[in-house]
């Protein structure tokens, strides 16, 4: 993909637990240091503006922003997304009040008012494949961090998102519960890395994918015994990726 005369890009990663933000030349380097905050808690919408704007207000100017975030976004529309409706973060109670906040929230209007730039707002997982895919093929994004975040290419073009994360996969646990973050802590890197594998042997006979993705901020805590037994299919990519996808969900076919 060719990004050349491509403005500087404002690319921002929204977490369960964090919010990382910098911007990215038209090459998708970084020309300033990172910078982050931890996700406030209660969180509605205009707060989550906020925070972006503060965020950017940081660092270098840009001439468009990229927003990742956890859950179901359409054409910029919050649908759902499982942690900002909550009292103090992922696992606390849901606010009713939080989920009729966010529930059509147009995430992509409110951020181009705000900071009076053009803007793009994924899945925050669409956002970090777009950073890594190779084009070609059907290609399988998984980001374990918090939950588990997915998205799916073929050929370049982002297929329409399933919430993986909220779909029964054991004992009646969603993905978020059986391979999320307090998961990890609870069972141990070598436990929980033996239940990625089975998460990923269980998804490919379901999607036969030509090349899987796995980053996020956990994709690190698998344990080498685990890594070596995911296939030659698969391939670990930096979590980085969810700031460089920002630049590249630009020039993806269908994203124009």
Same mark, same amino acid.
């Given at each position: 993909? !060719?990004?050349?005369?491509?403005?500087?890009?404002?690319?921002? !990663?929204?977490?369960?637990?964090?919010?990382?933000?910098?911007?990215?030349?038209?090459?998708?380097?970084?020309?300033? %240091?990172? @910078?982050?905050?931890?996700?406030?808690?209660?969180? +509605?919408?205009?707060?989550?503006?906020? /925070?972006?704007?503060?965020?950017?207000?940081?660092?270098?100017?840009?001439?468009?922003?990229? @927003?990742?975030?956890?859950?179901?976004?359409?054409?910029?529309?919050?649908?759902?997304? +499982?942690?900002?409706?909550?009292?103090?973060? +992922?696992?606390?109670?849901?606010?009713?009040?939080?989920?009729?906040?966010?529930?059509?929230?147009?995430? %992509?209007?409110?951020? &181009?008012?705000?900071?009076?730039?053009?803007?793009?707002?994924?899945?925050?997982?669409? /956002?970090?494949?777009?950073?890594?895919?190779?084009?070609?093929? *059907?290609?399988?994004?998984?980001?374990?961090?918090?939950?588990?975040?997915?998205?799916?290419? !073929?050929?370049?073009?982002?297929?329409?998102?399933?919430?993986?994360? %909220?779909?029964?996969?054991?004992?009646?646990?969603?993905?978020?519960?059986?391979?999320? &973050?307090?998961?990890? *802590?609870?069972?141990?890197?070598?436990?929980?890395?033996?239940?990625?594998?089975?998460?990923?042997?269980?998804?490919?006979?379901?999607?036969? =994918? !030509?090349?899987?993705?796995?980053?996020?901020?956990?994709?690190?805590?698998?344990?080498?015994?685990?890594?070596?037994?995911?296939?030659?299919?698969? /391939?670990? /990519?930096?979590?980085?990726?969810?700031?460089?996808?920002?630049?590249?969900? =630009?020039?993806?076919?269908? %994203?124009?």
């Amino acid at each position: 993909m !060719d990004y050349s005369g491509d403005p500087p890009t404002l690319a921002v !990663d929204c977490g369960g637990g964090g919010i990382k933000a910098s911007v990215l030349d038209a090459s998708g380097t970084m020309i300033a %240091q990172p @910078v982050r905050t931890p996700t406030p808690y209660p969180l +509605p919408p205009e707060r989550l503006v906020g /925070v972006v704007a503060d965020l950017a207000a940081k660092l270098p100017e840009a001439g468009r922003v990229t @927003v990742g975030m956890p859950g179901m976004i359409r054409h910029g529309v919050v649908v759902a997304t +499982p942690h900002y409706v909550t009292r103090s973060g +992922p696992r606390t109670k849901v606010l009713p009040e939080l989920m009729n906040a966010w529930s059509g929230f147009d995430m %992509q209007r409110a951020l &181009e008012h705000e900071l009076r730039l053009p803007a793009r707002v994924l899945n925050d997982a669409e /956002v970090h494949g777009a950073g890594v895919i190779a084009g070609t093929g *059907l290609e399988l994004m998984l980001t374990f961090g918090t939950g588990l975040g997915n998205a799916m290419f !073929d050929g370049g073009r982002l297929a329409p998102h399933l919430e993986l994360s %909220q779909g029964p996969v054991k004992w009646g646990l969603t993905y978020d519960e059986y391979i999320g &973050e307090h998961e990890r *802590l609870r069972l141990g890197d070598a436990m929980w890395s033996r239940r990625v594998r089975r998460v990923i042997d269980g998804l490919r006979p379901m999607y036969l =994918w !030509d090349r899987l993705y796995v980053g996020g901020g956990n994709s690190r805590r698998i344990v080498a015994t685990v890594l070596d037994k995911l296939g030659d299919d698969v /391939v670990i /990519v930096p979590n980085s990726a969810g700031i460089v996808g920002g630049v590249r969900v =630009w020039s993806l076919p269908g %994203q124009a």
